[in-house]
Nanobody, 130 residues
Framework: QVQLVESGGGLVQAGDSLRLSCAAS????????MGWFRQAPGKEREFVAA????????YYGDSVKGRFTISRDNPKNTVYLQMGSLKPEDTAVYYCAARTQNYKVNFWIPRVRTDEYDAWGQGTQVTVSS
């Protein structure tokens, strides 16, 4: 199973920007739908963003739409989450995830549920102060 390692979290002020990275362990990463989720204490894991294997298709949760951008660099086996206009409510542990089924599908379906992904990183903490 592909291993995923997130990095880039930290403590920032409201209104700041931050970029998270997710490095994958294997080349087949290039064929996977990738996603970002977040989880605040006492809450369910929440969908943030997803990107197709080609990078041509993206989808965002309503709470981050217009502020966050997901991207990928397949030759580097890396997915990014550029976060802007950060708010205190963005504070959470952020996880990257891979869907290893449907490798390089022609018609991409956004995947927004945790059970649609089968590989997860360890998470990186993002804290936004007011």
């Amino acid at each position: 199973q592909v291993q995923l390692v997130e990095s880039g979290g930290g403590l920032v002020q409201a209104g700041d920007s931050l970029r998270l990275s997710c490095a994958a362990s294997e080349r087949t990463f290039s064929g996977y739908t990738m996603g970002w989720f977040r989880q605040a204490p006492g809450k369910e894991r929440e969908f943030v963003a997803a990107i197709s294997w080609s990078g041509r298709n993206t989808y965002y949760g309503d709470s981050v739409k217009g502020r966050f951008t997901i991207s990928r660099d397949n030759p580097k086996n890396t997915v990014y989450l550029q976060m802007g206009s950060l708010k205190p409510e963005d504070t959470a542990v952020y996880y990257c995830a891979a869907r290893t089924q449907n490798y390089k599908v022609n018609f991409w379906i956004p995947r927004v549920r945790t059970d649609e992904y089968d590989a997860w990183g360890q998470g990186t903490q993002v804290t936004v102060s007011s």
